[in-house]
T-cell receptor, first 109, second 114 residues
Framework: GQNIDQPTEMTATEGAIVQINCTYQ??????LFWYQQHAGEAPTFLSY??LDGLEEKGRFSSFLSRSKGYSYLLLKELQMKDSASYLC??????????WGAGTKLIIKP | IAGITQAPTSQILAAGRRMTLRCTQD?????MYWYRQDLGLGLRLIHY???????GKGEVPDGYSVSRANTDDFPLTLASAVPSQTSVYFC?????????????FGPGTRLTVL
């Protein structure tokens, strides 16, 4: 079967750095996505990795290792507005997205 | 403002009733998708359409039907609602199906079936 695993919940302090991990087992791989979802709102696109390595976009970076079936999202200089759920999704061999259940990130002052 | 709209925002429905959730996008995207999101589970694909005139089944299609008569609209119909269909429903679209296309989401419809 296909599986995406992420921690259910994480807590971090304002101004700090947090790393959210995602491991996957899917039938084929055509890229990995990270989305942010604030409570009661729609998911919004953050990043996309298809090759191994680090993609940096401002305070957010995403890393991929295809051989390990592993990705992480790194958030720097945390702000209160970063409190949200972060969703990992893998595009499989049928080009459909398989989604993890999401990691709820709580930022404390 | 360009994007995806969904209607209604929320709905309470009696079991056995028929219901159509509406989704419209103005980005001229070829592909559209319907997902449901339940607590503790990832988004699950119900149906998709790679281009106008074609549709396909996702992971959880039973009890749902879709149509894609034109590029902009992708309605989702529950023929006879059951309580297990209580969920938040998101419509999404992407410029192309597959490849490098990113999916963009509508604001969602919160549906409660009693």
């Amino acid at each position: 079967g296909q599986n995406i695993d992420q921690p259910t919940e994480m807590t971090a302090t304002e101004g700090a750095i947090v790393q959210i991990n995602c491991t996957y087992q899917t039938s084929g791989f055509n890229g990995l996505f990270w989305y942010q979802q604030h409570a009661g709102e729609a998911p919004t696109f953050l990043s996309y990795n298809v090759l191994d390595g680090l993609e940096e976009k401002g305070r957010f970076s995403s890393f991929l290792s295809r051989s390990k079936g592993y990705s992480y999202l790194l958030l720097k200089e945390l702000q209160m507005k970063d409190s949200a759920s972060y969703l990992c999704a893998v595009r499989d061999s049928n080009y459909q997205l398989i989604w993890g259940a999401g990691t709820k990130l709580i930022i404390k002052p | 403002i360009a994007g995806i709209t969904q209607a209604p925002t929320s709905q309470i429905l009696a079991a056995g009733r028929r219901m159509t959730l509406r989704c419209t996008q103005d980005m001229r995207h070829n592909a559209m998708y319907w997902y449901r999101q339940d607590l503790g589970l990832g988004l699950r694909l119900i149906h998709y359409s790679n281009t106008a005139g074609t549709t396909g089944k996702g992971e959880v299609p039973d009890g749902y039907s879709v149509s894609r008569a034109n590029t902009d609209d992708f309605p989702l119909t529950l023929a006879s609602a059951v309580p297990s269909q209580t969920s938040v429903y998101f419509c999404a679209s992407s410029e192309l199906a597959g490849a490098l296309s990113t999916q963009y989401f509508g604001p969602g419809t919160r549906l409660t079936v009693l």
